[in-house]
């Protein structure tokens, strides 16, 4: 049965305005990094129902209130205070994401992969873990979400001229995954060859503020408040009436999606943003100084064990950093309920 906002948020009262913040911040720092997803963080942290439905709750009833200016009743029947709290997180979490995290994976991505290769790996068996009963449809939902997610990364993204109409559907799509565990936002800009414009753009943007990024970003904004509108709803419907087979099967994607994050990773096809083409790497150019090459994108590699990666593969600080990755999961899923 589908419980409302108001039961829901009853049972929070105690969470601190500090917990719902770090939980934003932690989900915005997702939705930066390829291969993880903000929605994972939402559900081991403890809150991804009452983002459902509060995300669900902003209508056609809200829209009125909010035009007729009653703002105090808006604010009630979309449970401003838990939004608010979680948008403060999330944008200070995807400029620390744009300028810290991309900063990371351009000096030290293996470590950096190793993290979040830990937290994703330690997310799976929780989720399942609350999993009331594994039926067939729910082991073939796993299954199958897992095929799909490990073959989409291995796709080779598309190049795409950024329309404005197309950065809107793309916004739509890149959205799901802040509600849709095991789902990444950003490698979904990846797919749709959307990625080297919309981080870029908002790089610039927070640090020129020019028109033309604003235009982009606003454009993308809306296509992310439509996907937002129209996703929430039938996730939330699918969540409330087969919430085993929907567990099931975002957990089989969260699995496929290892593949995208592995640590040991050659370099093979990158996009050559000065030219706009996709290219296959040459052997001169397989050295470490490829993640500093502001017109290289890498979109295709190959997955290898530490012993043949082309670069210093730090295993055993790889290690910890998996290691503190997964006691990072086991940590919020603990206490996540208590901040």
């Known amino acids: 049965m ?22 934003g911040l932690s989900m915005g720092v997702a939705e930066v990094i390829p291969g993880v997803s903000g929605g994972t963080l939402a559900f081991i942290t403890g809150i991804y129902e009452e983002l459902l439905v509060s995300i669900k709750s902003i209508d056609l009833t809200v829209m009125r209130l909010l035009f007729t200016g009653q703002f105090r009743q808006v604010w009630e029947r979309v449970n401003g205070r838990f939004l608010m709290l979680l948008a403060i997180g999330m944008f200070i979490g995807v400029v620390c994401g744009v300028f810290g995290v991309t900063f990371l994976l351009e000096t030290y991505p293996e470590i950096l992969w190793s993290l979040f290769f830990g937290c994703i790996l330690a997310s799976i068996p ?16 796993f299954v199958l979400a897992a095929s799909i997610a490990g073959y989409l990364c291995i796709l080779q993204p598309i190049q ?150 082309f670069s210093n593969p730090y295993t055993l600080y790889c290690i910890i950093s998996m290691g503190v990755g997964a006691t990072s999961v086991y940590a919020l899923a603990k206490y996540g309920s208590k901040k």
Not at 2 to 23: A, D, H
Not at 165 to 178: K, M, P, R, T
Not at 249 to 277: A, C, H, Q
Request: with cysteine; glycine share 6%; proline share 4%.
């Open 126 to 141: 929780y989720m399942l873990s609350q999993v009331s009963r594994f039926r067939l449809p729910a082991v073939l939902g």
């Open 2 to 23: 589908e419980n409302s906002l108001e039961e829901i948020t009853q049972t929070k009262q105690g969470r601190s305005q500090l917990g719902l913040i770090l939980r």
């Open 160 to 309: 795409a001229e950024p329309s404005l109409f197309y950065l809107f559907v793309a916004g739509a799509l890149a959205i799901s995954a802040l509600i849709l565990p095991g789902v990444s936002g950003s490698f979904i800009l990846v797919l749709l060859g959307l990625y080297t414009t919309v981080i870029p753009s908002i790089k610039a943007f927070l640090s020129t503020f020019a028109l033309e990024h604003f235009i982009l970003l606003f454009v993308f904004g809306l296509g992310c408040l439509v996907g937002l509108a129209v996703f929430s709803r039938l996730l939330t419907y699918i969540y409330h009436h087969h919430r085993d087979i929907t567990l099931a099967t975002l957990s089989g994607f969260m699995l496929g999606s290892l593949v995208k994050i592995w640590p040991w990773r050659n370099p093979e096809v990158v996009l050559d943003k000065s030219t706009s083409l996709i290219r296959s790497i040459q052997e001169s150019e397989l050295t470490r100084s490829i993640f500093h090459n502001e017109n290289l994108k890498i979109i295709s590699e190959q997955f290898v064990s530490p012993g043949t990666y």
